[in-house]
């Protein structure tokens, strides 16, 4: 008896064993997070953060841009631009000029515009060359004048710096975005976002803010202002493998009950060949 006990022991410390092994395995994992924030240095030590630089919806997105270690003696504008490249001043720009503050196409962030600019440019927070802001700007594919799903055509999340400084490039930096399949104009789905760089720096992990206000932008030629969101955020398919992880888990313990009622037959049928 104890010997075909001992037996019994063993065989069910083994399924014990295979049904916390199958669990573990078939489980899902906690999905990863549906986009991470991009960053890039720029030239003088600049960070420039973007809230979501990879698969945005082509007809309009909006997305939280910060900036830090900006001179507040140089205003910039934060837009969308064609990337021509280091040492070049980014242009055009998706959305044009913002001169009403509205569409969120751009933002003139400033602490000493001309006075036409007053009230119009955000103000820098810090001072001397710990300037700061954070922003939200409508993103697009495409306007009239530019189209960033082309093939061969890169655009970035940019500041550089506004038109009172036109030639300067020591606040350029520059974030690289792509947007999901739909928007790619020649049929071909928009490739993953390269990683995130500037003039001079690299990309890194950041972080996001908040903040809405509009502003200029003087490198294009389209007026166009910026559409609302229109199309749904890009898939992660964590929502496919949660179901298949519960299907298959719940497979495991269908088994492992099965054999609990197998075991506790053969031991009733045990018990009455002693008797």
Request: net charge positive.
């Amino acid at each position: 008896m104890s010997g075909s006990n001992g037996v019994r022991r063993g065989r069910g410390a083994r399924w014990a064993a295979v049904v916390a092994g199958s669990l573990a395995l078939t489980l899902p994992m906690a999905p990863s997070a549906v986009a991470a924030d991009a960053s890039a240095t720029g030239p003088e030590g600049q960070k420039l953060t973007v809230s979501k630089a990879t698969g945005l919806d082509g007809a309009g997105e909006t997305v939280t841009v910060t900036g830090s270690g900006y001179n507040v003696e140089k205003g910039v504008y934060v837009a969308f631009c064609v990337d021509n490249g280091a040492g070049k001043t980014p242009t055009p720009c998706v959305g044009g000029v913002d001169m009403s503050g509205e569409s969120g196409a751009s933002v003139w962030v400033s602490s000493n515009p001309p006075s036409y600019g007053e009230g119009l440019a955000e103000p820098y927070k810090g001072s001397g060359h710990e300037g700061s802001f954070s922003v939200r700007l409508k993103v697009r594919a495409k306007d009239a004048n530019t189209d960033c799903a082309k093939s061969g055509v890169t655009c970035a999340v940019i500041t550089r710096n506004d038109h009172t400084r036109g030639g300067d490039q020591s606040q350029t930096v520059r974030i690289p975005v792509t947007f999901g399949g739909a928007a790619a104009s020649d049929g071909a789905t928009a490739s993953a976002a390269p990683g995130a760089t500037s003039g001079s720096g690299s990309a890194g992990a950041g972080t996001s803010g908040s903040g809405a206000t509009g502003g200029a932008d003087a490198g294009s030629g389209s007026g166009d202002g910026a559409e609302a969101p229109k199309g749904p955020l890009a898939s992660t398919g964590s929502g496919v493998a949660l179901p298949l992880g519960l299907t298959a888990a719940g497979l495991v313990v269908a088994g492992a009950g099965a054999w609990s009622v197998a075991r506790r037959r053969r031991r009733a049928g045990a018990e009455a060949a002693q008797a």
